[in-house]
Nanobody, 126 residues
């Protein structure tokens, strides 16, 4: 069983930056593909970014060029650096992990992930 704990959310102004972190329990973190999803109020959860265990990265179109996903396997941690934040980035951000998939088409799907964190709230003011 893998547990994921997110941190780093908070309040930011439009144009500002935040870095989210997700620490995973377990000893085989390097073999997990990791993803970030978000859910805005009244909306469905949506894909943001993913980093496969093969180190390929994938992004939702609206965050390309602004967000960067990275991982540190020695620290069992995946990060989401968010720059040039916009009010529409306001959401609860969830970290997710899977040991079954590494292809981008699967990593964009909520159902592909076995493990989820509790979420961290990001609020961007205009």
């Amino acid at each position: 069983q893998v547990q994921l704990v997110e941190s780093g959310g908070g309040l930011a102004q439009a144009g500002g930056s935040l870095r989210l972190s997700c620490v995973a329990s377990g000893r085989t973190f390097s073999r997990y593909s990791m993803g970030w999803f978000r859910q805005a109020p009244g909306k469905e959860r949506e894909f943001v970014a993913a980093n496969s265990w093969l180190s390929s990265t994938y992004y939702e179109d609206s965050v390309k060029g602004r967000f960067t996903i990275s991982r540190d396997n020695a620290k069992n941690t995946v990060y989401l650096q968010m720059n040039s934040l916009k009010p529409e980035d306001t959401a609860v951000y969830y970290c997710a992990g899977t040991e079954r998939y590494f292809d981008g088409s699967y990593l964009r799907r909520i159902a592909s992930y076995e493990y989820w964190g509790q979420g961290t709230r990001v609020t961007v003011s205009s």
